[in-house]
């Protein structure tokens, strides 16, 4: 780690090699060797530095730049001054495989991710020493907006009880956290009705009641947005 040189070893005249058992990982280590007689010692000759295997990266730095590009770096995990040399950065859409967005990133950097509306995304860093890759660190989940249901309806059931359904908009399986339910009575302002999770594609209203119009709308979401309304027709009771 660029410290004080200390002697480790003296050896005899003919030997041309030694291992050095005593390293750890996480560091960077440097070695020079000088000949000697019983009137001195040579000059010393320097032979290079070798990092052993780095440290995970602290975390996954995720910055959003727009509605679907990002920056990603890595934040510099213990010791990452003297045993990186280099970041690998990939990204994995919807769960997919994970692809490489960067693989010698300056320690500190970040890189430019250009990704869509209607995914979500993870990425993932770690370090490169000289010989060795150290443990991946991960981000968060990353969504863009999501696709919005279609085809919306709703089917008289009683005057009491009205049912909405729809179709699952694109990609929804990956990039849906839930949908949205409004409601407008008498043609009046639209009011919440249900938050459901997961993907569905209906939902009973059992608040009705006779002689009144009810119209329903529905929007998906996610974390980062909500897609636009998709609106039934009326239902009279």
Known sequence: DGGSWAKVATLSWDKTSWADTTTAANHSYAYQVS???PSGESAWMACGTVRTTPSAPAGVSVTRTSATAFKVGATSGSNWANSVTKVQV????????????????????????????????QFACRAWGTNSW????????????????????????????????????????????????????????????????????????GSTAADHRYRYRVASYNSYATSGWVETGDVYT
């Open 90 to 121: 990939r990204a994995s859409v919807d769960g997919g495989d994970w692809k490489d967005v960067a693989t010698s990133l300056a320690v500190g950097g970040a890189v430019a991710y250009s990704g869509a509306a209607n995914h979500r995304y």
């Open 134 to 205: 150290g443990a991946w660190a991960y981000s968060a989940t990353y969504y863009t907006a999501p696709s919005a249901p279609t085809g919306a309806a709703v089917a008289r059931a009683s005057d009491a009880s009205q049912k909405v359904t729809w179709a699952l908009g694109a990609n929804a399986a990956a990039c849906w956290q839930g949908v949205y339910v409004q409601r407008s009575v008498d043609g009046g302002a639209w009011a919440s009705l249900a938050t459901l999770s997961g993907t569905p594609t209906n939902h009973t209203d």
């Open 35 to 37: 000949s000697y007689n």
